[in-house]
């Protein structure tokens, strides 16, 4: 197996900080990003950078927000010049409100889709000229279930989820001529952090007008750590090594990827099946099997 370089966002915590650590102790460059490495994060750099120096492997960690043009650029230009490409991205970034829908103003959906879709395709953009002289490259978006079903009060996260799921399809068709491939993995409920940090609606008035179904919001989040059978807790680790399966695939790697905690099935392998051939036909009407 030929070592990689991979680009990892949203490496702070959760499925990002595992996946580093897996691609690392699996012998690939792997440079872990995310905001504020000099400050409330510095500690958890220095915790990456010394877990993986402990097994013996390189790891880096480097400032990237992808809300940002210059802070994407500034970090994208940085690793080509040291490693001189990049052999995947990994779109881990983001954030998953929980609240009354229509009491997130358009203020908040904006900061939402900032990270959570308009930061994949600034990460895309800066990694795309890159690959596609090369010749190869894979972009990874890490999405949810709810990118293929809604739920309600995740309303504004799931359509971020849904829209970085056409873009990545998007990206499947369009960059195969260039050798680059593009898959979706769709996590289920694992335990993360982003529950516990999920942003609040700032429209008080509109929640008030709904009177008890308000609080429905807020016992989800008191739940989610009832919700899991305690003999047999989920293992976020699942979604790292899922990821990592996508990075070495030596054959064609499946568009999506539905990683869930053992013995919960939602439905989404069944979605995706369903769907599949849909879609195919469409493009094939179209004459652009070649593409599929």
Do not use: C, W
């Not at 994208?76 to 990049?86: E, L």
């Not at 990874?140 to 971020?160: C, D, E, H």
């Amino acid at each position: 197996m030929s070592k990689k370089i991979i680009v990892v966002t949203g490496a702070s915590s959760g499925f990002g900080k595992l996946t580093v650590l897996e691609l690392a102790r699996r012998g690939h460059s792997v440079i872990a990003t995310m905001r504020d490495v000099d400050g409330r994060n510095s500690q958890i750099r220095d915790e990456l950078i010394e877990a993986a120096k402990a097994e013996g492997n390189p790891l880096q960690v480097l400032e990237m927000d992808v809300t940002e043009d210059a802070s994407v650029q500034s970090a994208i230009d940085s690793i080509i010049a040291q490693h001189g490409k990049i052999d995947a991205l990994v779109n881990n970034a983001g954030l998953m409100p929980i609240g009354v829908t229509e009491a997130y103003t358009m203020a908040d959906v904006e900061r939402l889709f900032a990270v959570n879709f308009f930061g994949a395709i600034r990460t895309d953009r800066a990694v795309l000229p890159h690959m596609r002289a090369a010749g190869s490259g894979l972009l990874i978006q890490v999405t949810s279930l709810m990118g293929r079903f809604t739920i309600p009060f995740f309303g504004i996260y799931s359509a971020s989820k849904f829209a970085l799921e056409a873009l990545a399809e998007t990206y499947r068709y369009e960059l195969s001529p260039f050798g680059i491939d593009s898959v979706i993995v769709e996590p289920g409920p694992f335990p993360s952090n982003l529950i516990s940090s999920s942003p609040e609606p700032s429209d008080t008035g509109v929640l008030a007008s709904y009177g008890d179904v308000a609080a429905i919001p807020g016992q989800i989040k008191a739940g989610s750590d009832q919700s899991h059978d305690p003999a047999n807790p989920p293992r976020p680790q699942l979604v790292a090594d899922a990821i990592a399966h996508l990075v070495e695939a030596t054959e064609r790697r499946p568009l999506r990827t539905v990683v869930m905690p053992d013995g919960l099935d939602f439905g989404v392998a069944a979605i995706n099946e369903a769907v599949a051939p849909i879609q195919n036909g469409v493009l094939t009407a179209m004459g652009m099997e070649h593409l599929i």
